[in-house]
């Protein structure tokens, strides 16, 4: 087999583009169909999920360690940022926000999250937005809970803190406009 470029320990947190924060909780050797795989166990607590990745196909699908903290910096200034509303369909918007949240990519699902964050004193969201918006303000919180050793809520309340700190701004600036 060839030398590894990623190589994740036991314990660690690592990201998988589908499912978020999950943590490695096991190396396994397996015989599938007569061949010889190694295998990284992965737990996703949320979801209450085992995922089995062979090792030589952890870079392929988009693994990765947790993000650094200049990723995860990038991204909390991502949500203070002025919400970009798109006027296409909403179907088109919804594929958009989906491959975003599922490439894993920190600052885009930050993107997501500030795009379809409500502020208590704005519109209510659809059904399907609300849908979209909690699994990518989850799927953040997940990672910045990991990074910083809290537990969701707390990652979440923190992001909802910021949300809420730009929508005032940019929601009186709407007020100022009319």
């Keep these: 087999m060839a030398a590894k470029a990623l190589s994740f320990d036991v314990g660690d ?26 295998l990284y166990v992965l737990r996703f607590e949320k979801e209450r999920m085992t995922l089995r990745v062979p090792t030589n196909k952890a870079e392929s ?16 200034a991502t949500l203070k940022g002025k919400p970009k509303v798109k006027r296409t369909m909403w179907s088109r918007r919804a594929q958009e926000y989906e491959a975003k949240i599922n490439s894993g990519d920190l600052v ?7 795009d379809l964050f409500r502020a208590d004193d704005q519109p ?13 303000s989850s799927r953040l919180a997940r990672e910045l809970a990991a990074m910083e050793q809290v ?13 809420n700190q730009a929508a005032a701004i940019y929601n009186k600036d709407k007020v100022l406009e009319k």
């Design 13 to 38: 947190y690592v990201v998988y583009p589908k499912h978020g924060v999950g943590r490695v909780i096991e190396l396994q050797r397996s015989e599938i169909a007569g061949m010889q795989l190694e």
């Design 151 to 163: 537990d969701e809520p707390k990652a979440l309340e923190k992001i909802l803190d910021i949300l």
């Design 61 to 76: 699908v988009g693994m990765r360690k947790l993000s650094s903290d200049k990723t995860m910096q990038e991204a909390l």
């Design 108 to 114: 885009s699902i930050a993107e997501v999250t500030r």
């Design 124 to 136: 209510e969201q659809s059904y399907s937005e609300r849908q979209i918006f909690e699994a990518a």
